[in-house]
């Protein structure tokens, strides 16, 4: 038969209490943690049951099935609704900015449970006893404590604003599950807080979005997700479609792509400089004879100079359409200014031709009295409205 000592009795009591202790602490924890009706992990935070949380969520590690939120969260744009419209803040620290704003919360309750407990402590902690304004204060505090308790367990982002150029905090609220999880509806990584593509599976170095095509331009945005392409055409590569330089020709008809110019000019920019305009405009005030389509001999000097700017603009350009628009005043018969006004273009043409300018690249139109750059009302009017109006475009 085999006999115990003392000290054999000693060594198994405390294992069994050692156990005993053991098991109860286990399946109190289990009961705590799991059949709470408090399933948010903000309102763990505060519970007797709240241990190491490295990214700050309010959910114990030991239970925490995202434990990285933070590092999800931090470098990202979280976009919120602040009186009536939509904000973006990047998330800096995401753990140090709730930190920061308990610590603030955790003062001021400190501050006002301290003052309770000094009207308490003058009374023996016996509220019967307080003055009615002491009693008054006392409740003011128990209801201040409470607000402060549910502030403490909210999950809330200060994000830093601008408005009217001032620096405004403004509370985001941040709700995680009671496993310490966001929402990911599409599963790629990225919560949906700040996922950018909340319905579509992205990476998270594109905030939650893809961009298959490589080209810089995220797929939701792309018109040609599968085609790399430029930015400035929305994802789709050059095809002489676009306009880079905006200005309403095409690229694939614009002279000028990188340069704005009108569309009559092709999309290049007025194609005479100043002294050149001079000429022009000189030309277009050519004499002829009296009723007739003749030009007069004074003319011919300012329409070599014509001849000089159109050779010079076809060097430069490659090669030049020229426009004679005639024009006349309102003395005599509409059928007889009309013809006359054709007639007076066309002797300028001729000139033209006749000087090397290449006949082909010249259109002639008579418009009569019918467009008056004045009113007919005095002679000198009439003088201005007796003119060949030139204009240049560019031949592509």
């Known amino acids: 038969m085999k006999f115990y000592t003392k000290n054999h009795y000693n060594f198994l009591q405390i294992t ?4 005993f202790l053991t098991l109860f602490l286990t399946l109190f924890l289990t009961f705590s943690l799991f059949f709470s009706k408090n399933i948010y992990a903000q309102d763990i935070t505060v519970s007797n049951y709240y241990k190491t949380d490295a990214d700050g969520d309010g959910v114990p590690d030991v239970r925490d099935h995202c434990p990285d939120t933070d590092k999800n969260l931090n470098g ?22 709730l930190d920061l704003r308990r610590r603030r919360i955790m003062v001021e309750y400190s501050r006002m449970d301290k003052e ?19 009693r008054q204060r006392v409740a003011e505090i128990d ?21 009217d150029g001032k620096d405004q905090l403004v509370d985001v609220p941040i709700r995680v599950d009671e496993f310490g999880c966001l929402p990911d509806k599409d599963n790629d990584g990225v919560p949906d807080l700040v996922d950018a593509c909340p319905e579509l599976k992205g990476i998270p170095a594109l905030n939650g979005c893809n961009d298959r095509d490589g080209d810089k331009v995220l797929d939701h945005e792309d018109d040609c997700p599968d085609e790399p392409g430029l930015i400035r055409l929305k994802g789709c590569p050059d095809k002489g479609l676009g306009d880079r330089d905006g200005d309403g020709t095409i690229d694939k008809d614009d002279l000028c792509p990188d340069v704005k110019g009108p569309k009559e000019n092709k999309g290049c ?18 004499l002829f004879e009296v009723a007739k389509a003749d030009l007069k001999a004074e003319s011919f000097a300012i329409l070599d100079k014509l001849v000089g700017v159109i050779q010079d603009l076809n060097k430069k350009y490659g090669k030049i359409a020229i426009r004679l628009d005639g024009h006349t005043d309102s003395d005599g018969s509409d059928e007889d200014n009309l ?15 006749s000087k090397g300018i290449d006949v082909n690249n010249i259109a002639t139109a008579g418009y009569g009295e019918g467009k008056p ?24």
Do not use: C, H, M, W
């Open 373 to 396: 750059s004045v009113p007919n009302t005095t002679p000198q009017n009439k003088q201005k409205n007796r003119r060949v109006e030139i204009t240049f475009s560019v031949i592509k």
């Open 269 to 286: 920019p007025e194609l005479v400089d100043n002294e050149q305009k001079k000429i022009v405009d000189a030309a277009s005030r050519v």
């Open 16 to 19: 069994f209490l050692t156990g």
């Open 116 to 134: 309770k407990v000094a009207l308490l402590k003058a009374v023996n902690k016996d509220k019967n006893l307080l003055s009615e304004t002491a």
């Open 143 to 163: 209801t201040a404590e409470a607000k402060i308790k549910r502030k403490l367990a909210d999950l809330t982002y200060e994000a830093k604003i601008k408005i």
């Open 76 to 97: 990202r744009e979280l976009p919120f609704e602040f009186n009536g419209k939509i904000y973006k803040a990047k998330i800096a620290d995401f753990k140090g900015n």
């Open 339 to 353: 013809e006359l006004s054709r007639n007076r273009s066309r002797s300028v043409k001729d000139y033209l031709a």
